[in-house]
């Protein structure tokens, strides 16, 4: 297929490699153009010439108005793409307004978030939560079998739908992670050492995935950006705005990142219940 594709951050430069080795061809808008340079993809300067004759456009930016931006942009294309294929996670209901724009352009329009970060998007093992018409769906299927686990890829409804279910999953990343660096704390202040710990949480009824994957870092003190602060609380806030009143849990972890610098891993938040080896980005100190 012929490719549209707007991104080429921390997951959308995986996901172009990805392609371009599943045997799409790649047209690629970058808005950060030094990403791009070693991208298997044709780089133009923007999302209509991405879009002009795409099969389909594919788009992983960082937030609502930036998935506005570049849709509207592609709607410009002389050829328009039949399929619109967004992997952001932003609002729900922003995105149905995409998808109606996209629609009376005679197009279809997919939310389609994932899980798994960094690490997923390189070995094309993503979790795709989706949400759209069944047609789209099976249309955009050999993009999405190139980017993830098709196992792991659940159809959730009309648009939004995938979005709804993304940020269910992404407050209970906020909220597992902080409980997990709390409920650490207190072991470590105990006299239990943080491997011992986390060795037996992941044989009991407490392990989680982000015990399994992130703590791994975390305990080594790692906080190299995989998902960011930033854009936890991005979803975090979308997640109360679909609970339509106080978060009784998510707000407490809210809370915990708040202050905790935007461009850092999430998993940073253990710092502020665990002594870990290296620069505390909270305080300067050792």
Not at 1 to 23: C, E, K, P, Q, T
Not at 24 to 39: M, S
Not at 50 to 79: E, K, M, N, W, Y
Not at 128 to 135: H, L, P, R, Y
């Amino acid at each position: 297929m012929d490719i549209g594709f707007a991104g080429s951050g921390l997951m959308g430069a995986h996901m172009v490699r990805n392609l371009a080795a599943s045997g799409h061809t790649v047209t690629l808008y970058a808005r950060t153009p030094p990403r791009a340079a070693r991208l298997p993809a044709r780089i133009v300067d923007s999302a209509r010439e991405a879009a002009d004759g795409a099969d389909a456009f594919c788009s992983i930016v960082t937030d609502s108005p930036d998935v506005r931006q570049v849709v509207a942009d592609a709607l410009t294309a002389p050829g328009i793409p039949p399929l619109f294929i967004d992997m952001s996670t932003i609002s729900p209901d922003v995105a149905r307004e995409i998808a109606a724009e996209v629609d009376a352009a005679g197009s279809s329009y997919l939310d389609a978030p994932v899980s798994g970060g960094p690490p997923g998007a390189e070995a094309g093992s993503l979790a795709f939560m989706v949400g759209g018409e069944d047609d789209a769906v099976a249309r955009a299927t050999p993009i999405l079998d190139a980017l993830g686990d098709p196992e792991k890829r659940t159809h959730c409804g009309p648009v939004g739908t995938g979005l709804v279910a993304k940020l269910v999953n992404n407050l209970l990343v906020a909220t597992i992670t902080a409980s997990t660096s709390e409920a650490f704390g207190i072991g470590q202040r105990a006299g239990v050492p943080l491997e011992t710990l986390r060795n037996v949480v992941l044989a009991s009824s407490g392990n989680s995935w982000q015990l399994e994957n992130l703590f791994p870092r975390v305990l080594n003190g790692d906080h190299a950006p995989g998902f960011r602060v930033r854009d936890l609380r991005k979803d975090v806030g979308y997640a109360r705005e679909l609970a339509g009143d106080d978060l009784p849990m998510g707000d407490v972890a809210a809370e915990l990142f708040d202050g905790l610098p935007d461009d850092l891993d999430y998993g940073a938040v253990a710092r502020r219940f665990l002594d870990l080896p290296g620069e505390d980005p909270l305080d300067g100190g050792p």
